[in-house]
């Protein structure tokens, strides 16, 4: 979603904010946009391309002090009048990511005293409102603090004015925000990768925070406007790992970083003779004792993720276990049940709907909360009591792919944890578990060399409007996930049933222009499945089959086999996601597509 970057430096800042908007690009944008004090006078560029556009725009502007931004559309169509800066009497400009609900009220008084919108956002007001109050003599924090009071939303922004050339004025509720510490310069963005070629000291801004950047240092204010200090952390992340190297889209990087993504998220379990709930925190064990199920909470591929992890957790960890999509259990009148650990699921950790549901949960009287997550100093992570994170590193194709995979991994450790605690996992048990977690980053290499049939395979689907696709038991959530991948990035229409369900309806859709995908692992449930690919194969149905080892589903008119190089028990379905994300991938760059930023989609969904 939208991507802001802010500097006040030594020398002009043109370049770093647009090598910031450039480093967000991957978060998903419409257009974009910056402003620079130049002479007392705000200096305005923005476009509809891409940031390269607004790169070949910007040759003549320089400016010490500047903020920039990438829109994803909310309120009005994505069009030059509506990207940022918004500007409010030549004075005041102002960026901002999130969603100001009480807009339309604000618009109207706002224009009764005589301001003119020229947008069609819900940002422009933030910016004749800030501009309201520093008119009446108010300093640029003072008059953006006033303004803030009087929204309704959630919002990260920047602000400067003409006649103030050495303050950039932000603040963060809800939406990502933070401040990067350089020797040339203060900087804000809303990741941390925008900043890495500046600085890798930064501030993590909490919820409320409204910040005074100038020349000679920074000043925080908390929410209740009090002065405070947050603690300067050095980011990990690597300038290499943002950066696309040898391939040719961040999609495909990701799938192939899939086995070092697993093995490092493994890597302290791996190490051990033994699993402890201290992976968790150091209150797991505590809670784990005190919990009787679980509640998971996700969106997206991450919800697909939770609902493998129920398969898990109620056979071999015996805890029940419920997994609700986050932007419906937020606004659905539930029973809640304090003993239930409350699980959220994110790659991101900023998605709104799943931070929206897990407030919910805790006013609802769960204490019990644990964070599954990429992004260590994420929303998500710091609101929960426990935490485990995926160490897969920065993904930044919008299709989740190494994220999910080691989600997964996250989930079965918290599976195996709770059997053990319980239980239900003898020592050899837990030591077979643990063998096959350390063999998986390389069955994970085995699978992605199927890479090249995949290719060839794809080339079948680039005409085809529709897919459907099967799975059973614990891998119909990876049949869900595939269908997700191949109509974010293809466009494709596509559809996921478990098997069984065909006949209930779905085969009405079969005739020899639906190819469907079927999941094939050799578990409990092959035989079943058999007979459901035989009820497509009687409708002329084209099959195409992912197939684990002495599954004996033969390879013959109408039935493609891709054959697994082994089966992996309770780890399948990480497994099988692998070649589903390369056919999605590969069926994409048929179609021609935008592999790494589909339409209309963004990476983390800041917004609701
Ligand atoms: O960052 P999160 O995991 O919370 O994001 C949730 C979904 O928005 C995300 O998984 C989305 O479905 C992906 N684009 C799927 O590839």
């Not at 500097?7 to 974009?32: C, F, K, T, W």
């Amino acid at each position: 979603m939208c991507g802001i970057v802010g500097a006040v430096a030594q020398s002009n800042v043109v370049p770093i904010l647009l090598e910031g908007l450039r480093r967000l690009e991957y978060r998903g944008y419409d257009s974009a946009g910056l402003v620079v004090v130049h002479d007392g006078k705000l200096e305005r560029i923005r476009s509809t391309g891409r940031v390269v556009e607004l790169t070949g725009k910007s040759t003549n502007t320089q400016g010490l002090i500047g903020i920039a931004h990438t829109r994803w559309a909310t309120h009005g169509i994505p069009s030059e009048r509506n990207a940022h800066p918004h500007i409010s009497k030549n004075q005041i400009a102002v960026v901002h990511n999130g969603i100001i609900e009480n807009y339309e009220e604000l618009r109207s008084l706002l224009a009764a005293n005589g301001y003119e919108f020229t947008s069609d956002t819900d940002t422009e007001v933030i910016g004749h409102l800030i501009h309201s109050h520093y008119v009446q003599g108010k300093k640029l924090l003072e008059a953006t603090q006033a303004a803030l009071a009087e929204l309704v939303g959630a919002y990260a922004i920047g602000v400067i004015a003409a006649d103030d050339p050495d303050r950039l004025v932000c603040a963060r509720r809800g939406s990502p925000l933070l401040l990067g510490v350089g020797d040339s310069g203060l900087f804000i963005a809303s990741d941390v990768s925008a900043l890495l070629p500046v600085t890798r000291q930064v501030v993590y801004l909490e919820e409320g925070d409204v910040v005074e950047l100038g020349r000679s240092g920074y000043r925080i204010y908390d929410a209740a406007g009090k002065k405070v200090d947050r603690v300067v952390q050095t980011s990990e992340l690597s300038n290499e790992s943002v950066q696309l190297g040898e391939y040719r889209h961040y999609m495909q990087k990701e799938i192939h970083e899939q086995p070092q993504a697993l093995a490092n998220t493994l890597e302290s379990v791996c190490n051990s003779q033994s699993l402890v709930p201290g992976i968790f925190g150091a209150e797991a064990a505590a809670t784990f004792a005190d919990i009787d199920s679980i509640l998971i909470l996700a969106c997206g591929t991450s919800f697909h993720a939770g609902l493998v992890a129920r398969f898990w957790l109620e056979e071999i960890a015996g805890v029940r276990c419920n997994v609700e999509v986050a932007s419906e259990y937020r606004y659905r009148t539930s029973v809640p049940n304090p003993k239930s650990l409350v699980v959220v699921i994110s790659q991101s950790g900023e998605t709104a709907d799943t931070q929206a549901a897990l407030n919910h949960a805790k006013l609802l009287g769960h204490s019990h909360t644990l964070a599954i997550c990429n992004v260590p100093e994420s929303a998500l992570v710091r609101l929960c009591k426990l935490r485990m994170l995926t160490r897969a590193g920065p993904e930044i194709g919008v299709a989740s792919t190494k994220a999910f995979t080691t989600q997964l991994a996250a989930l079965f450790l918290l599976t195996l944890v709770l059997a053990k605690q319980r239980g239900r996992l003898t020592e050899q048990q837990e030591l077979q578990h643990l063998n096959e977690l350390r063999h998986l980053p390389s069955a994970t290499q085995m699978v992605l060399e199927l890479e090249p049939q995949i290719a060839v395979l794809a080339e079948k689907f680039a005409n085809k409007q529709h897919a459907l696709f099967l799975g059973r038991g614990l891998h119909y959530p990876i049949a869900l996930e595939g269908a997700l991948k191949l109509k974010e990035i293809s466009y494709i229409h596509a559809e996921a049933y478990p098997a069984g369900e065909l006949k209930h309806g779905p085969l009405a859709l079969v005739d020899q222009y639906m190819p469907v995908i079927s999941v094939a692992p050799n578990d409990a449930l092959l035989e079943k499945l058999k007979s459901n690919l035989q009820e497509v194969r009687a409708r002329g149905g084209e099959l195409y089959v992912f197939a684990d080892a002495n599954t004996h589903i033969r390879e013959v008119d109408g039935v493609h086999i891709m054959q697994m190089p082994e089966h992996a028990g309770y780890l399948s379905p990480i497994l099988h996601t692998i070649p589903l994300q390369l056919l999605a991938y590969y069926v994409a760059l048929q179609k021609g597509t935008d592999v790494d930023k589909p339409r209309n989609l963004a990476k983390s969904v800041t917004v609701e």
